[in-house]
């Protein structure tokens, strides 16, 4: 597609369950990173996948947070027994490669109840 | 532990005015750095970019400075328009946003 497209937009969960959020990229975008960003503050690095290579997991907050990536394409990150605290707007984005400016998705706004 | 800041929370501008956003970062092997601007629910939006060997690069209305011996980064925004009302984050690469600079435009 012509942008990075997420889905859900708006996620309403309650507390406890598990939450699936798609991203899909620019198409031959190798490089596809994970984004939270809570009310009113910055963006916080989750996750960056870049082509085959093994996924920087170093931003993921705690075990309930995963993601997955096939290939060059959809990625999936999955909030497992959701909490609270896990509301917060989660952004996609892609880039050519690293060390490239990055187009952003709109978002999956999730909230937790 | 390393971090990239900014200095000001809330920059309100006149319409027309240039715009100066500041930005500052401690990794000094800090290779490349971008400039974002986020409206309001929306997702950021890539402006500029620079890269270490360089001090300073233009684009369309923007120039961004890159200071590496005070490790400090800046973005100008000439002839503000309305539509640059915004919130603008600094990053180094993928790995560290701050809190961001809510640009107002006063018409």
């Known amino acids: 597609g012509a942008g990075v497209s997420q889905s859900p937009s708006n996620k309403v969960t309650e507390k406890g369950k598990d939450v699936e959020l798609r991203c899909d990229p620019i198409?031959?975008?190798?490089?596809l990173y994970w984004y939270r960003q809570r009310l009113g503050q910055g963006l916080e690095f989750l996750i960056y996948?870049?082509?085959?290579?093994?996924?920087?997991k170093s931003g993921l907050p705690s075990d309930r947070f995963s993601a997955e990536r096939t290939g060059e394409s959809v990625s999936t990150l999955t909030i497992q027994r959701t909490q609270q605290e896990d509301s917060a707007v989660y952004l996609c984005?892609?880039?050519?490669?690293?060390?490239?400016?990055?187009?952003f998705g709109s978002g999956t706004r999730l909230t937790v109840v | 532990g390393e971090s990239v800041g900014l200095h000001l929370p809330t920059l309100s501008v006149q319409e027309g005015d240039n715009s100066i956003i500041n930005c500052a970062y401690s990794?000094?092997?800090?290779?490349?750095f971008i400039w974002y601007k986020q409206e309001s629910g929306k997702g950021p939006q890539f402006i500029i970019d620079?890269?270490?060997?360089?001090d300073k690069r233009q684009g369309q209305r923007v120039t961004v400075l890159l200071n590496k011996t005070v490790k400090h980064l800046s973005l100008q925004i000439a002839a503000t328009q309305p539509g640059d009302s915004a919130v603008y984050f600094c990053?180094?690469?993928?790995?560290?946003f701050g809190k961001g600079n809510q640009v107002v435009v006063i018409p």
């Open positions: 984005a892609s880039s050519l490669a690293l060390g490239n400016g990055y187009t």
């Open positions: 198409s031959g975008h190798t490089a």
């Open positions: 996948f870049q082509g085959n290579s093994a996924p920087d």
């Open positions: 990794n000094s092997a800090s290779d490349y």
């Open positions: 620079i890269r270490s060997n360089m």
């Open positions: 990053a180094e690469d993928r790995l560290a």
